[in-house]
């Protein structure tokens, strides 16, 4: 199982990036997915989750800022985000099961 995150950068505060991950070696429609962020010093956080069915859950601070979806026809599922502010700063990591990818860096300058 492969999973492979881009789309991360530098950004101002109130601007949007969209991550995306590219998913191999699993039945991709058949699995939920996962954003986490991790910035230094803080605890390890999920920010979204979709499910098979499309079902969606989001931490509370990114509720309504963030969007997760899939596309199972690209084994791809993303992770728009929009009115980034600093506290949003982290690396992200998309996640099924016990798999991760390796990251892909998040900055919000002010």
Request: hydrophobic share 35%; glycine share 12%.
């Amino acid at each position: 199982v492969q999973l492979v995150e881009s789309g991360g950068g530098l950004v101002q505060a109130g601007g949007s990036l969209r991550l995306s991950c590219k998913v191999s070696g699993m039945v991709f429609n058949a699995n939920g997915f996962a954003w986490h962020r991790q910035a230094p010093g803080k605890q390890r956080e999920r920010v979204a989750l979709i499910l098979s069915g499309g079902t969606t859950d989001y931490l509370d601070s990114v509720k309504g800022r963030f969007t997760i979806s899939r596309d199972n026809a690209k084994n791809t599922v993303y992770l728009e985000m929009n009115s980034l502010n600093v506290s949003d700063a982290a690396v992200y990591y998309c996640t099924t099961d016990v798999y991760w990818g390796q990251g892909t860096q998040v900055t919000v300058t002010s």
